[in-house]
Structures are given as structure tokens and as C-alpha cells.
């Protein structure tokens, strides 16, 4: 005979829990080397752009226009015609007047030293050491001088955003990338300890330690040793010596002895 069937038993498992991993963005600078046939359409490109965000500039500011999209209604069509550039260079220049307005305030002129890129304007090939720019005259590829360490960080990234700049040791472009960032580990209970004068010790739950004792020897020891100092002879010089240790060992003293109660009933 058959019995009945064992009745099955489920248990109730713990969700499954994922993170997240943190990144960071960091910028990664990176020397370009530009040949000499495309250093002015580079400069030109530099200067369009300065001039971009100035005139935009003087628009924001006799409208008293600070909104992205606003400012963006008010001057792309005409910024774009007056410079020739880049409908993705014009949006960019556009941002960059809005931010240094939220981070300045004060903004007198741009002058022409960079260029912020897009993902429109900008790519980065990682099997060429290489970077695609859009310039005026069209898309570029300049070839990356960059050690170890810039390789590492640019390995397997995508980025979307950089910052092409010129300076007196030529051309450069700053690469944002986006690094992991490690998850924080619980720290141990802290006990925040304030020292000072008329209470030698306060800690952060709120107790104090009266320092009288301590300013009245250290009074005595001011005093002793201006008396001997008027001497001004050999045997007061050793003496100062003598008092000049006694007196760093008693304010060590004083100390590690206060620390140590301010952690035992902090």
C-alpha cells in the first residue's frame, strides 16, 4: 500500500540584494600632438568658440537670462551665423556662460583657450591612442602622447565629455572618465576631544575638564623661570635647562592623563 505523499515544505528565502557600484568622474589630461597644417583650423575653432560665449554673454546679460533653455532660444541662430560653428559647439558655449555664471557670478570675457566637447564633438579610440574632434572645418583625428598611467585609467572607457585646451606647452585635452569608487566601511565610535586654556579638555558628548590647576603651575613655572633668566649666569643657564624639561614633561603628562580620562568617561 501506498502511503500519502509527504506535504512539501517551502521555505521563505531572503531577497536577493544587488548594488550598486559608486563611480566617480575624474578628468584625465592628455597631451595632443597637432601637426603643423591644423594648428590654425584648431585656433580658429578656439577663437569661434570665445567669441560664441561672449556674445552670448552680453545677450544673457542685457536680458538678465540665465536659463539654459531660454538662453538657448535667444541666441542660437544668430551666434551660430555670426561664427560658423558647430551646431553642437554653439549648445556647448551656451552651457559654459551658464555655469560660470552659477559658479562666478562675475564673468568679464572669455578668452580663446578651450573648448568643452560633447559626444557629438568628441571620441575617444581607445586601439589607436587616438581622440575625433570636430573642428570649424570638420572632424579631426589627433594622436594622444600619454604614459602608463593615463593608459590605465582610459582603458575600457567610453568617455562622453572633454575639454580641449591650449596653452604655452601647446595642445591638450582633459578626458572625463568614470572610475568605481570603493563602498565606505562603518567607522569605529569617534570621540571628538577640544583642548584649550581656561578648559583644558571638552569633549563633543558635552563634559568639561576645568584647567585651573593647570594655568596655576603653569604661572609658577613662568615665574620661576623669569627670576632665574635676570641672573643671567652659568649655573642659571643649566638651571633653565633643568626647569625647561621638567616643565614639558609635566604638560605631557597633564595631557595623557586627561586624554585618557576624556576617553574612559567620554
Given at each position: 500500500?501506498?502511503?500519502?505523499?509527504?506535504?512539501?515544505?517551502?521555505?521563505k528565502?531572503?531577497?536577493?540584494?544587488y548594488?550598486?557600484g559608486?563611480?566617480?568622474?575624474?578628468t584625465?589630461?592628455?597631451?595632443?600632438i597637432?601637426?603643423?597644417?591644423?594648428?590654425?583650423?584648431v585656433?580658429?575653432?578656439?577663437?569661434?568658440?570665445?567669441?560664441?560665449?561672449?556674445?552670448?554673454?552680453?545677450?544673457a546679460?542685457?536680458?538678465n537670462?540665465w536659463?539654459?533653455t531660454?538662453?538657448?532660444?535667444?541666441?542660437?541662430?544668430?551666434v551660430?551665423?555670426?561664427t560658423?560653428?558647430k551646431?553642437?559647439h554653439?549648445?556647448?558655449a551656451?552651457?559654459?556662460?551658464?555655469?560660470?555664471?552659477i559658479?562666478t557670478?562675475q564673468?568679464?570675457?572669455?578668452r580663446p583657450?578651450s573648448?568643452?566637447?560633447?559626444?557629438?564633438?568628441?571620441k575617444?579610440?581607445e586601439?589607436?591612442?587616438?581622440?575625433?574632434v570636430?573642428?570649424?572645418?570638420g572632424r579631426?583625428?589627433?594622436?594622444l602622447?600619454?604614459?602608463?598611467?593615463?593608459?590605465?585609467l582610459?582603458r575600457?572607457?567610453?568617455?562622453?565629455?572633454?575639454?580641449?585646451?591650449?596653452?604655452r606647452?601647446?595642445?591638450?585635452i582633459?578626458?572625463?572618465?568614470q572610475?568605481p569608487?570603493?563602498?565606505?566601511?562603518?567607522?569605529?565610535?569617534?570621540l571628538?576631544?577640544?583642548?584649550?586654556?581656561?578648559?583644558?579638555?571638552?569633549?563633543?558628548?558635552?563634559?568639561?575638564?576645568?584647567?585651573k590647576?593647570?594655568r596655576q603651575?603653569r604661572?609658577?613655572f613662568?615665574?620661576?623661570?623669569?627670576?632665574?633668566?635676570?641672573?643671567?649666569?652659568k649655573?642659571?643657564?643649566?638651571l633653565?635647562?633643568?626647569?625647561?624639561?621638567?616643565?614639558?614633561?609635566?604638560?605631557?603628562?597633564?595631557q595623557?592623563q586627561?586624554?585618557?580620562?576624556?576617553?574612559?568617561?567620554?
Amino acid at each position: 500500500m501506498g502511503g500519502m505523499p509527504r506535504p512539501i515544505k517551502f521555505t521563505k528565502t531572503p531577497p536577493m540584494r544587488y548594488y550598486r557600484g559608486m563611480t566617480q568622474a575624474i578628468t584625465v589630461k592628455c597631451k595632443l600632438i597637432v601637426p603643423p597644417d591644423l594648428t590654425q583650423s584648431v585656433d580658429e575653432t578656439l577663437v569661434g568658440f570665445s567669441d560664441a560665449c561672449n556674445q552670448i554673454l552680453l545677450e544673457a546679460k542685457e536680458q538678465n537670462c540665465w536659463n539654459t533653455t531660454k538662453l538657448h532660444h535667444l541666441t542660437y541662430k544668430p551666434v551660430r551665423e555670426a561664427t560658423g560653428l558647430k551646431a553642437n559647439h554653439v549648445c556647448q558655449a551656451i552651457r559654459r556662460v551658464v555655469n560660470q555664471h552659477i559658479t562666478t557670478k562675475q564673468i568679464h570675457k572669455f578668452r580663446p583657450t578651450s573648448i568643452s566637447l560633447d559626444a557629438r564633438t568628441f571620441k575617444y579610440i581607445e586601439s589607436l591612442q587616438k581622440v575625433g574632434v570636430t573642428l570649424k572645418s570638420g572632424r579631426v583625428n589627433f594622436q594622444l602622447k600619454i604614459g602608463g598611467y593615463q593608459i590605465a585609467l582610459l582603458r575600457g572607457q567610453l568617455p562622453t565629455s572633454a575639454t580641449l585646451s591650449k596653452s604655452r606647452n601647446g595642445y591638450y585635452i582633459n578626458i572625463v572618465v568614470q572610475v568605481p569608487t570603493q563602498r565606505k566601511k562603518k567607522t569605529p565610535k569617534v570621540l571628538g576631544v577640544d583642548l584649550g586654556l581656561r578648559d583644558i579638555a571638552t569633549t563633543s558628548t558635552g563634559k568639561t575638564w576645568d584647567g585651573k590647576q593647570l594655568r596655576q603651575t603653569r604661572t609658577k613655572f613662568i615665574r620661576v623661570r623669569a627670576s632665574i633668566q635676570s641672573k643671567r649666569t652659568k649655573s642659571a643657564k643649566r638651571l633653565l635647562r633643568r626647569l625647561s624639561g621638567k616643565e614639558s614633561r609635566f604638560r605631557a603628562l597633564g595631557q595623557s592623563q586627561h586624554q585618557q580620562t576624556a576617553c574612559t568617561r567620554g
